[in-house]
């Protein structure tokens, strides 16, 4: 278990508008590898919530549960989670460690750091692939691009957000807000032009993150629950 802390400092007054513009310009998918247990994570867990709110950006926040054994057990971590940020570790050279972000599946840094994260976002590879979803009265339904047949896909859930009083461990006596919380993911492993796909609860989200055999995010799209969590 290892933790990331950023020092707030000057880099923070570095003018941000243009990181803004950019990510409202083209979708970029952002993953959050975070964890209740970790006194350093609420300001990622906040920091998405900032940038989901923006225009184009698709967040999701992975609870990994190396943490649990550290006094409080995080209610949505799971091991899978935790996988998926070592798979990430592994690809992309770097360490497992909280909080993360991972954006459009290529870059890694630490979740806090503003200016880290906005840079990574300007520097995004453009989403290559077209994707939409929506809601039928079966399921749901996903167009994809020309493409699609080379690459896989996963329909990831998510709660808006989540509100816990934390009563141990780092965070104790804090109430914490999660954001884009994932809740359950399905693999996609056979994409096409048109694909019909399990129904999400009305009360979350659901997002299809296309990706390559490297883990790279080509295509993605988000779509809000029909009532809010």
């Given at each position: 278990?290892?933790?990331?802390?950023?020092?707030?400092?000057?880099?923070?007054?570095?003018?941000?508008?243009a990181?803004?513009?950019?990510?409202?310009?083209?979708?970029?998918?952002l993953?959050?590898?975070?964890?209740?247990?970790?006194?350093?994570?609420?300001?990622?867990?906040?920091l998405?919530?900032?940038?989901?709110?923006?225009?184009?950006?698709?967040?999701l926040?992975?609870?990994?549960?190396?943490?649990?054994?550290?006094?409080?057990?995080d209610?949505?971590?799971?091991?899978?989670?935790?996988?998926?940020?070592r798979?990430?570790?592994?690809?992309?050279?770097?360490e497992?460690?909280?909080?993360?972000?991972?954006?459009?599946?290529?870059?890694?840094?630490?979740?806090?750091?503003?200016?880290?994260?906005?840079?990574a976002?300007?520097?995004?590879?453009?989403?290559s692939?077209?994707?939409?979803?929506r809601?039928t009265?079966?399921?749901?339904?996903?167009?994809?691009?020309?493409?699609?047949?080379?690459?896989?896909?996963?329909?990831?859930?998510?709660d808006?957000?989540?509100?816990?009083?934390?009563?141990?461990?780092?965070?104790?006596?804090?109430?914490?807000?999660?954001?884009?919380?994932?809740?359950?993911?399905?693999?996609?492993?056979?994409?096409?032009?048109?694909?019909?796909?399990?129904?999400?609860?009305?009360?979350?989200?659901?997002i299809?993150?296309?990706?390559?055999?490297?883990?790279?995010?080509?295509?993605?799209?988000?779509?809000?629950?029909?009532?809010a969590?």
């Open positions: 278990m290892r933790r990331r802390d950023f020092v707030t400092g000057s880099l923070l007054c570095l003018p941000m508008t990181a803004r513009a950019e990510a409202g310009s083209r979708p970029v998918v993953e959050l590898f975070t964890s209740q247990g970790c006194s350093s994570c609420p300001p990622a867990d906040s998405l919530g900032e940038l989901t709110r923006q225009p184009g950006v698709i967040g926040a992975w609870h990994v549960d190396y943490w649990n054994s550290l006094g409080w057990r209610p949505y971590a799971r091991s899978e989670w935790t996988d998926r940020q798979a990430y570790a592994s690809r992309l050279g770097d497992v460690y909280t909080p993360a972000m991972v954006v459009n599946g290529a870059t890694m840094v630490v979740g806090s750091d503003k200016s880290a994260v906005y840079q976002i300007s520097h995004a590879v453009p989403l692939v077209p994707v939409t979803l809601r009265n079966a399921g749901m339904e996903a167009e994809i691009g020309p493409g699609a047949s080379s690459l896989s896909g996963l329909l990831v859930s998510y808006p957000m989540q509100t816990t009083e934390v009563g141990a461990g780092e965070n104790r006596g804090r109430r914490l807000f999660d954001y884009r919380v994932v809740r359950e993911v399905v693999p996609v492993d056979r994409l096409s032009l048109q694909l019909k796909l399990p129904l999400a609860s009305a009360t979350r989200g659901a299809l993150l296309i990706k390559d055999t490297s883990m790279q995010i080509v295509g993605a799209t988000d779509l809000p629950p029909v009532a969590a």
